[in-house]
C-alpha cells in the first residue's frame, strides 16, 4: 500500500522486520516488538506483519522486497553496528539498487560523541549510508540510523531504537486511530464463544477477540473489541454487556 492510497483510506499499515541471529537463537530476548505495536497503534498506524530474519544478506532483502510492496512503512531493527555481521545498511542499499558510502552527515554526527583519534574503521562503518537515504537521529549514541523509500531502519538496542522511533514519529503519515473497549467476561472463554460469534457476525467492521485468564476465582474471559468508528464501536460493546447479562457472566 502507497502513502497516497493509505491517506486516503484513513489506514495507515507498517511492518516490523527484526534482524538478528542472536534473536532466532535465544541468545537475546526481543524487546522492540510489543513497544513498536503500542507505539504505532497510539499515533494510528497498524503493525499488521512482523518478521525475524537471520543475518544473511538475501533473506533480508527478500524479505525487504516483500513487505515494502505490502505496506506503508517498513521498520527495521538490528544490523546497523560497528561489526562484520553488520550488514542490514549493505542489504538496504542493494534490495533498493542503490550504493552505499561513507555519508559526512553520518561522520559528522559521529565525530559528536567519538574523539577524531577513536574513530577507527569498525566505528566508521556505522557512518555507511545509501545513497538517497535521510538519516534518523540518535540522540543516546549518534550513530544513526536512516529512512529510504518507506523503510526506515533503526538499530536493535531498546534505549537507542526508541529514541529512534521518537525522531521519526513526527515525519509519519497516520490514518484514524483504533479505538477499543475491553469487558470482563465472568465465565470461561467456552461460554460465551457461540453467542461473540453471533454478535461479531453482526458487526463485521469491529474486532472483537476473546483472551482467558485465571485469577483466584477461577477462568475468565477478558473481550476486547476495536474500531476506528466510535459509534460503531459503542453499539458492538453495548450488545457484548447485553449477551454477558443474558448469561450472568457480566461483571457485578
Not at 95 to 102: K, L, R
Request: charged share 25%.
Amino acid at each position: 500500500m502507497g502513502e497516497a492510497t493509505a491517506v486516503e483510506t484513513g489506514v495507515v499499515t507498517a511492518a516490523l522486520l527484526v534482524i538478528g541471529d542472536e534473536i532466532l537463537s535465544g541468545r537475546t530476548k526481543d524487546k522492540n516488538i510489543g513497544y513498536i505495536a503500542e507505539y504505532l497503534t497510539a499515533i494510528g498506524v497498524d503493525l499488521t506483519e512482523v518478521r525475524v530474519v537471520s543475518d544473511d544478506e538475501a533473506a533480508i532483502i527478500d524479505a525487504l522486497n516483500a513487505l515494502r510492496q505490502r505496506y506503508t512503512y517498513v521498520f527495521t531493527t538490528g544490523g546497523i553496528g560497528p561489526t562484520h555481521d553488520d550488514i542490514t545498511a549493505d542489504s538496504v542499499a542493494k534490495a533498493f539498487g542503490v550504493p552505499i558510502h561513507e555519508d559526512p552527515r553520518a561522520i559528522a554526527r559521529l565525530l559528536e560523541r567519538i574523539k577524531p583519534e577513536d574513530l577507527n574503521e569498525a566505528r566508521r562503518r556505522m557512518a555507511r549510508i545509501p545513497e538517497g537515504a535521510d538519516l534518523v537521529d540518535n540522540p543516546v549514541s549518534k550513530a544513526p540510523g536512516f529512512w529510504i523509500g518507506n523503510v526506515i531502519v533503526m538499530a536493535g538496542v531498546p534505549t537507542i531504537m526508541q529514541a529512534m522511533l521518537d525522531s521519526v514519529a513526527p515525519k509519519l503519515a497516520t490514518g484514524r486511530v483504533m479505538l477499543s473497549e475491553t469487558i470482563r467476561a465472568e465465565c470461561k472463554e467456552g461460554d460465551v464463544a457461540g453467542p461473540l460469534r453471533a454478535i461479531a457476525e453482526r458487526y463485521p467492521d469491529v474486532m472483537i477477540g476473546s483472551y482467558p485468564f485465571n485469577d483466584e476465582t477461577g477462568f475468565k474471559t477478558n473481550l476486547v473489541l476495536r474500531s476506528r468508528e466510535a459509534s460503531r464501536l459503542a453499539v458492538a460493546t453495548a450488545a457484548v454487556r447485553d449477551m454477558l447479562t443474558s448469561l450472568n457472566a457480566a461483571r457485578s
